[in-house]
């Protein structure tokens, strides 16, 4: 059984200002949640080939995490590679809509043996926060 999550939130800004913020490293500490430190190889936006580490807390354990950009459409999509909690792809998806833009998380994966006995739990509490981190995403950019 695989992890497969989709939440989405409207943001009432321009696709390129969601972008802008979203897609860099400098603001992840403020949206994204369980965070305690995000170290760019690279300054600047996420591009193709980019890496950065993280250092996280996740259903009570504390680890350090990397990820490396796979693909990346200006304005509009970066995907990323993850390897822990467990291997996952994470695509940030931006599209324009009446009122502002719609922001997606795509995160998908396959649990390891640590948490595969857990893939209904895993599942529901990596929906659970991202759809929090999208909250938070919403709240900086329309304060």
Not at 68 to 84: A, G, I, N, S
Not at 102 to 114: D, E, K, N, R
Request: with cysteine.
């Amino acid at each position: 059984m695989a992890v497969d999550v989709r939440p989405r939130v409207l943001i009432h800004r321009p696709r390129t200002d969601v972008a802008a913020f979203m897609f860099d490293p400098a603001n992840d500490l403020r949206w994204t949640g369980g965070i305690t430190a995000s170290t760019p190889a690279q300054a600047g936006p996420l591009v193709t080939g980019a890496t950065v580490e993280r250092r996280a807390r996740f259903l009570g354990r504390s680890f350090t995490y990397g990820y490396v950009v796979t693909e990346h459409d200006p304005d509009r999509l970066v995907e990323l590679q993850v390897e822990r909690p467990f291997p996952m792809t994470v695509r940030y998806e931006l599209a324009d809509v009446d009122g502002g833009t719609q922001v997606t998380i795509h995160a998908s994966g396959q649990p390891g043996w640590f948490f595969r006995w857990a893939t209904p739990l895993m599942a529901k509490q990596v929906h659970k926060h991202i759809a929090a981190d999208l909250e938070r995403l919403r709240e900086c950019l329309e304060s």
